[in-house]
Nanobody, 127 residues
Framework: QVQLVESGGGSVQAGGSLRLSCTFSGYTYSRYCMGWFRQAPGKEREGVAAIYTSAGSTYYADSVKGRFTISQDNAERTLYLQMNILKPEDSAMYYC????????????????????WGQGTQVTVSS
């Protein structure tokens, strides 16, 4: 059984940093695409960053490029999202996601490409 558990969310002032973690079990992380998504109240879930470890490929939404970094710790079976220079518009519930038959390819932020989801961790950025 695949399980994803996020942590690391919280409240921070604009310009600050947070690091989100997603520990996963029952999943072969290197075979398929993993990603971070976020959803703000009243908005659709959107992709933030994705990684396909086997190809060493990472993908970022334009809104976070240069500020966020996605990475994996193989030994700890953990996916990370380092978020720097946070802005109020980054406030949202952040979700870790994993696929079972998707390799990121050209559309890494399509929600229905991902099969497994965590419960989310809240990020609030104040101005």
């Amino acid at each position: 059984q695949v399980q994803l558990v996020e942590s690391g969310g919280g409240s921070v002032q604009a310009g600050g940093s947070l690091r989100l973690s997603c520990t996963f079990s029952g999943y072969t992380y290197s075979r398929y695409c993993m990603g971070w998504f976020r959803q703000a109240p009243g908005k659709e879930r959107e992709g933030v960053a994705a990684i396909y470890t086997s190809a060493g490929s990472t993908y970022y939404a334009d809104s976070v490029k240069g500020r966020f970094t996605i990475s994996q710790d193989n030994a700890e079976r953990t996916l990370y999202l380092q978020m720097n220079i946070l802005k109020p518009e980054d406030s949202a519930m952040y979700y870790c996601a994993a696929s079972r038959n998707f390799y990121c390819q050209s559309t890494p932020f399509v929600v229905n490409k991902y099969t497994y989801w965590g419960q989310g961790t809240q990020v609030t950025v104040s101005s």
